[in-house]
Every structure is written in structure tokens, then in C-alpha cells.
């Protein structure tokens, strides 16, 4: 008779260890966050399911959030760790519906970095709080040693004001509900992996990097009542559609034949057996708005310069969560939360 006998997965039960899957964006980091460092701080003003928190002071809400980059290279076609830093954390306030006003910045360098690269990377970060319309007030300069840092990380957080009379958050989705893409995916993870493998030269394709708050607030002007947010980070749109799915216990369905892909994105991912669904976005989010403001919802994205679309609807709350695509050619086959390394250090 066996004693003590119990079944396990043989990777789960390997998992002392820290590995780079567990940054990616998919379920190991999911499942690090849930298990081993939320329950720490877990309290009533700590949020698991956005990548901001919103908390009231004196009568106003406040967004704040924090984020690390440390992305590899540093340098990449349509933007850097600076512009990448400064808008990261900007879409992230975006995403609760808050106007972004001010941000940390603090510095990690390693020993030996240039000074020529790091004026570049300063004026990069001056130049995206112009245009994301921020001020960095306050921040931290740490160097380490050779061979510790990988040339440069970089930590940010950000405090924006939320002028709503409602939370913005996946629970709040309802049956039928649509789902809004702002546009084409892939591009930034691509063109990470173009700089990295030494295509770039070949490949004309820019990273999608780019502030989100002023697409977010012309819907806020214009009354639409948002459901939920998600900007599409590491993961890419299958992460985030399972985060909304995991977080409303929601069974979403969307449609291949709206969601766009470039050309460039699409043949690369087909060549080297890339799942475009995992790929990395830096400018993309998704809108779960009611189905009666799907049409307005578009035209007020597209007029300030979105090329959003309707991806699919909310089927069902409460049974299971579940991501289901409907194929172009009309099968159905079911979106898993990314598994795996898929490509690090892209943020």
C-alpha cells in the first residue's frame, strides 16, 4: 500500500526558484503575484486587478501606481527606456480614467554607462512628459557595480486625479458588453525583437509606444460610460483579455477578423512561430464599454486617431472564465493566458 502518495505536476512543484517566465506577463507572473507577494500587502486600498489604485483624500481621488523598466535594448526603433518609462506609467493612471499630473523617476546605473547615452535617454524622458503633459518632481540617482545592472534600469510612479462618479474596473462589466481595441498589436514586441536579432535594418516597422490618456478622456468628455479598461502590455491581448476574464469570472468571445495585425508583424510572427496574441503592446488598450455606445465609442476613438475596432462582447458572468476566438475561417478554439519565457525584457 503507498503512503502519503499524492499526484503533482512536475513543473509546478520545480518552482523555488524565480525564473524569467515569472516577469512575463502570462500565468507564472500571475500566479508569483496572487500567492507569493500579494497576500503580504493585501488591504483595502491595495488593487490586484488594475495596475493603479485609486484612493480618496480629502473628498478628491488620486491614482497611483508604480512600475520598473527594464527592457533590453535600451534603444529601439519608434522609442527607448526613457519615452518608454514616462509613458508606461502615464498609460497605467490612464487605464483607472485618471488625468496623469505628476511622476517619480529613479535611476539605477550600472558602472561604466555612457554619460552620451544617458543625456539621450534624459532628454527622451523630458520630452515624453511634454508631450504626455506630466512634470517629474521627484526622484533617486543609485549606481552599482560592473556587471550588476545590465547598463541602466529605471523605476517609476505616478499620481494622477480621477474626475469620475464611478470605478472603473473589470467587475463592473456586464453581459453583452462590447469590446473595443484601439488598433493593430504585435508592433512593439516585434520591433523589440528586430533590434535584438539585428533585423532592424531590414524590418521598417516602429514600436507602437505612445501615451493613451488623451484617447481615454475624449470617451470621459463625451459621457461614455467605460466599463473597464486594459492597456495591452506583457502578455499581450491574450493576457489582458484572461486578466478581465479571470477578475469579472467573465466568458468573453472575440472575433479574428477584427482584430488588425501589420503585415510586417503578421509574416514575422508566421516565420518564427510567434503567437500573435502573446506579443507585447505599448500603445493599445482595450474599452469594455455598454453595446449601445459601441458605434460612438468608435467614432470618438478613431477622430483622434485610434484605428479601434470592435473585437467581441461579453457572452456570459458568473459560470466560468473563459477567451474564445472565433477564427476567420469560423472555427472557435479557446485564448490561454501565455505560458512560458515568450520575450523578456521587452518593457
Known amino acids: 500500500m503507498l503512503k502519503n502518495f499524492e499526484l503533482s505536476c512536475p513543473i509546478e512543484n520545480n518552482n523555488d526558484l524565480i525564473t524569467l517566465s515569472h516577469g512575463s506577463g502570462g500565468s507564472q507572473m500571475h500566479d508569483l503575484l496572487s500567492k507569493t507577494i500579494y497576500p503580504f500587502i493585501k488591504n483595502k486600498n491595495s488593487e490586484q486587478s488594475n495596475d493603479a489604485a485609486v484612493v480618496e483624500i480629502n473628498n478628491s481621488k488620486l491614482a497611483f501606481t508604480t512600475d520598473s523598466f527594464v527592457i533590453s535594448p535600451l534603444f529601439f526603433s519608434g522609442g527607448d527606456i526613457g519615452s518608454l518609462s514616462v509613458y508606461g506609467t502615464?498609460?497605467?493612471?490612464?487605464?483607472?480614467?485618471?488625468t496623469p499630473l505628476f511622476l517619480s523617476l529613479a535611476l539605477i546605473i550600472e558602472e561604466g554607462f555612457s554619460k552620451e547615452q544617458l543625456f539621450?535617454?534624459?532628454e527622451s524622458i523630458k520630452q515624453a512628459s511634454k508631450i504626455a503633459n506630466v512634470e517629474v518632481?521627484?526622484?533617486?540617482?543609485?549606481?552599482?557595480?560592473k556587471g550588476k545592472g545590465d547598463n541602466l534600469y529605471i523605476n517609476t510612479s505616478g499620481i494622477g486625479i480621477v474626475n469620475l462618479d464611478y470605478k472603473i474596473h473589470p467587475k463592473?462589466?456586464?453581459?453583452?458588453?462590447v469590446i473595443i481595441l484601439s488598433g493593430d498589436?504585435?508592433?512593439?514586441?516585434i520591433s523589440i525583437l528586430a533590434k535584438r536579432e539585428g533585423l532592424d535594418f531590414e524590418i521598417d516597422l516602429e514600436s507602437d509606444l505612445q501615451p493613451l490618456t488623451k484617447y481615454v478622456q475624449s470617451l470621459i468628455n463625451a459621457n461614455i460610460k467605460i466599463k473597464c479598461l486594459r492597456d495591452i502590455t506583457r502578455g499581450g491581448l491574450a493576457a489582458a483579455l484572461n486578466e478581465i476574464a479571470l477578475t469579472a469570472i467573465a466568458e468573453i468571445e472575440i472575433d479574428e477578423s477584427n482584430i488588425l495585425v501589420n503585415n510586417t508583424v503578421f509574416n514575422l510572427c508566421e516565420i518564427l512561430?510567434?503567437?500573435?496574441?502573446?506579443?507585447?503592446?505599448?500603445g493599445r488598450f482595450l474599452a469594455v464599454v455598454p453595446a449601445d455606445y459601441a458605434e460612438e465609442s468608435l467614432d470618438i476613438l478613431n477622430k483622434v486617431g485610434c484605428e479601434a475596432q470592435v473585437i467581441g462582447n461579453i457572452k456570459s458572468l458568473g459560470i466560468s472564465n473563459s477567451v474564445v476566438l472565433k477564427t476567420k475561417i469560423g472555427t472557435r478554439r479557446?485564448?490561454?493566458m501565455p505560458t512560458g519565457e515568450l520575450l523578456p525584457r521587452i518593457c
Open 90 to 98: 502615464v498609460n497605467d493612471l490612464a487605464m483607472v480614467g485618471a
Open 120 to 122: 539621450k535617454i534624459m
Open 137 to 145: 518632481i521627484t526622484g533617486d540617482t543609485k549606481v552599482v557595480n
Open 172 to 177: 463592473n462589466i456586464s453581459k453583452d458588453d
Open 185 to 189: 498589436i504585435g508592433r512593439h514586441a
Open 273 to 282: 512561430g510567434l503567437d500573435i496574441f502573446h506579443l507585447a503592446c505599448e
Open 334 to 336: 479557446i485564448i490561454d
